[in-house]
């Protein structure tokens, strides 16, 4: 899966899921969500033990409705 697609599927989550992730770290492996954490470092070294070497994922921070309300006033 290429990162663009993965980046998009992410989008969808935060739309569905944002009240459950927000303010939280997930980490995605093709389309599915493989962990989920607050400290981006540990939830980084969980997946590295988790999923086969070499294997492409990406870690990604799901804002709040706070973290989205900030934004848009800077």
């Not at 290429?2 to 935060?14: G, M, N, P, S």
């Not at 962990?35 to 969980?46: E, I, M, N, P």
């Amino acid at each position: 899966m290429t990162a663009r697609k993965q980046w998009d599927e992410f989008r969808r989550i935060v739309k569905r899921q944002g009240k459950k992730y927000g303010g939280k770290f997930v980490a995605m492996v093709d389309r599915d969500i493989v962990a989920v954490g607050r400290d981006q470092y540990l939830l980084y070294k969980k997946v590295l033990k988790g999923i086969p070497p070499k294997k492409p994922f990406g870690i990604y921070y799901v804002p709040t409705k706070k973290d989205v309300s900030a934004l848009r006033i800077v």
